[in-house]
């Protein structure tokens, strides 16, 4: 396990030296699940963003170093809009029947509700989300929420890695609708890199 702290935004170099685990983890000050990542032999060295100041621990025998923050190279077009919502400031409201899903955006209001199961989710995975919910004042497609999302997503400092792991590890990935989602998603991801 190694410790380290980062004061703003960052990026982070972790090179392991001993066996590489199945799922790498950080996790913040407060014991929380930060960032996941699936790994294989092949990943001796991963670089994660870091996206705000704080303390973390790991679950791997690695050495860190903390670097500038390395902002995301992945292009991602916007389809046109569907409609538009804007709101400067969304309100944000807990509802504990909300079942089905963890958040809903009701963007005529400019309001954004979340479940119970929300609160459950590491802090990066409901990021994703809500911006997601956001995605939804300018097109009534998930998809095209999805895309939305992501870009604002990764303009905020987080992980590709983690926008997928929004979708594959929250939705029913049963349903063909689902699996669709997460496809596409991960083409964007893995297609439209500088």
């Given at each position: ?31 929380k ?33 903390v ?8 292009k ?13 400031k ?80 929250v ?24």
């Amino acid at each position: 396990m190694a410790n380290f702290t980062t004061y703003g935004k960052s990026t982070i170099t972790v090179k392991f030296y001993n066996k590489i685990p199945n799922r790498y983890y950080i996790f913040d000050e407060y014991g929380k699940i930060y960032f996941y990542r699936d790994l294989t032999e092949n990943n001796k060295q991963i670089k994660v963003n870091i996206a705000r100041a704080g303390n973390f621990t790991t679950n791997a025998d690695e050495f860190i170093t903390v670097g500038e923050f390395e902002k995301s190279k992945v292009k991602i077009v916007l389809p046109p809009k569907e409609k538009n919502f804007f709101h400067k400031k969304f309100h944000y409201r807990f509802n504990p029947n909300l079942k089905g899903t963890p958040a809903r955006n009701f963007y005529k209001q400019g309001i954004i509700e979340f479940s119970p199961k929300f609160l459950s989710l590491p802090f990066p995975i409901r990021v994703f989300i809500l911006c997601h919910e956001i995605g939804h004042s300018y097109y009534h497609d998930e998809e095209k929420a999805d895309i939305f999302a992501t870009k604002l997503y990764l303009a905020k400092g987080y992980n590709s890695s983690m926008a997928l792991h929004s979708l594959t590890d929250v939705l029913n990935y049963d349903s063909g609708v689902n699996k669709e989602r997460v496809k596409k998603l991960f083409n964007i991801l893995n297609n439209y890199n500088d």
